[in-house]
Nanobody, 126 residues
Framework: QVYPVESGGGLVQPGGSVRLSCEIS????????VGWFRQAPGTERERVSC????????YYADSVKGRFTISDDKSKNTVYLQMTSVQAEDTAIYYC???????????????????WGQGTQVTVSP
């Protein structure tokens, strides 16, 4: 069982930046794809981005494309989500989750990710 652990959330001003981290407790990033998802109050969970280290590929939802960047550090078994030019609409709990590398594709979806972290809150406010 893999236990992703998120960190790095907090209060961010509109237009600012924040970096989230997702550390994978077991195995290595060649064995998994890691996805970021978010959920705001009263809304469904929304996909944000995923990365497959072994395939050297990454995908983004249209709502964050050009503003968010996903990356990985194999030596730390950690995936990062760099968020820039944040907006109020980015306020949510951000979750990371793991799946097999195959499921990180253009149409990646939450249902294909099996192990989920507890989430980290990002609040965008002046």
């Amino acid at each position: 069982q893999v236990y992703p652990v998120e960190s790095g959330g907090g209060l961010v001003q509109p237009g600012g930046s924040v970096r989230l981290s997702c550390e994978i407790s077991r195995g290595n990033l060649d064995s998994y794809a890691v996805g970021w998802f978010r959920q705001a109050p009263g809304t469904e969970r929304e996909r944000v981005s995923c990365i497959s280290t072994i395939h050297h590929s990454a995908y983004y939802a249209d709502s964050v494309k050009g503003r968010f960047t996903i990356s990985d550090d194999k030596s730390k078994n950690t995936v990062y989500l760099q968020m820039t030019s944040v907006q109020a609409e980015d306020t949510a709990i951000y979750y990371c989750a793991t799946t097999l590398p195959f499921f990180c594709s253009e149409n990646f979806r939450a249902a294909d990710f099996g192990s989920w972290g507890q989430g980290t809150q990002v609040t965008v406010s002046p």
